[in-house]
C-alpha cells in the first residue's frame, strides 16, 4: 500500500459514527477497527483519512444494517496538514464501502474527496465527484 504524503491526524477512535458518503445503501457507521496496522498494547486503534477500517451499519438499507463492512475514510473534521503547509479540514466524517480488492461498492461519492485517498486508492478517484 503507498503511504500517504500528508501527516494525518488520526483522530476517529472505534465507536465513532461516521456518514456513509457514497449510494451503496447505508447512511451511518460505526468505526470498529483498523485494517492493517498493529499498534501499542492496550492502545485504542485510532483511524484518519485514507485508512482501512471495519466498521458496522447503524442506519440505511435493510441488506447491510447490522452487517460488518469494510470502509475507506475520505473526509475528516480534524485539519491535516499537507507538505506546503496547508491545512485541509471538511465539515464532517465521512467514508465510502469498499469491497475485499479495494474496488468502491457505490457507483457516486456525495460531496469532496481528500486527494490523499486518491493517490493510495486509484480507483476510488472514478467515483469522486470532487477531489480536495
Do not use: H
Not at 465513532?16 to 486503534?45: E, F, H, Y
Not at 475528516?76 to 471538511?90: A, C, K, S, V, Y
Amino acid at each position: 500500500m503507498k503511504g500517504i504524503s500528508s501527516k494525518i491526524s488520526r483522530t476517529l477512535v472505534p465507536g465513532a459514527i461516521i456518514v456513509c458518503a457514497d449510494n451503496s445503501g447505508a447512511r451511518l457507521l460505526k468505526v470498529m477497527s483498523r485494517i492493517g496496522k498493529s499498534g501499542t498494547k492496550n492502545r485504542m486503534p485510532s483511524v484518519g483519512i485514507g485508512d482501512l477500517v471495519m466498521a458496522s451499519v447503524k442506519s440505511g438499507n435493510p441488506q447491510y444494517i447490522k452487517k460488518r463492512v469494510r470502509v475507506v475514510i475520505i473526509r475528516q473534521r480534524q485539519p491535516i496538514r499537507r507538505p506546503d503547509g496547508m491545512r485541509l479540514r471538511f465539515e464532517d466524517n465521512a467514508a465510502i464501502l469498499v469491497n475485499d480488492a479495494n474496488l468502491p461498492i457505490g457507483t457516486e461519492v456525495k460531496g469532496a474527496m481528500a486527494r490523499e485517498v486518491v493517490e493510495r486508492y486509484i480507483k476510488l478517484a472514478s467515483i469522486a465527484s470532487r477531489v480536495v
